[in-house]
Nanobody
């Protein structure tokens, strides 16, 4: 059973913007912390941003001031607005939901920043 469905990746020029969305099953969205991770070729998966059930947020230093994570409670969706994109932001982005020892992952969506 698919719990997380991502959308919104693509190709964008440096300095451009993209918005990623992650639709979650209602039973997960209401009580789980949600986050976005990314993995570039040859690198480990890293945390980009997360938001808990109270909408408290955390951002990796590399994206602070450029990325914004938010929850749309009406749509059970977590969004990642990415502005001022750089080539270093190129990666597969994964949605994650976690509570205690339980983790769910989305299938990943490719973001490529290139001229």
């Amino acid at each position: 059973q698919v719990q997380l469905v991502e959308s919104g990746g693509g190709l964008v020029q440096p300095g451009g913007s993209l918005r990623l969305s992650c639709a979650a099953a209602p039973s997960i969205f209401s009580t789980y912390a949600m986050g976005w991770y990314r993995q570039a070729p040859g690198k480990q998966r890293e945390l980009v941003a997360l938001i808990d059930s109270r909408s408290v947020t955390y951002y990796a230093d590399s994206v602070k001031g450029r990325f914004t994570i938010n929850r749309d409670n009406a749509k059970n969706t977590v969004n990642l607005q990415m502005n001022s994109l750089k080539p270093d932001d190129t990666a597969v982005y994964y949605c994650n939901a976690f509570k205690g020892p339980t983790n769910y992952w989305g299938q990943g969506t490719q973001v490529t920043v290139s001229s």
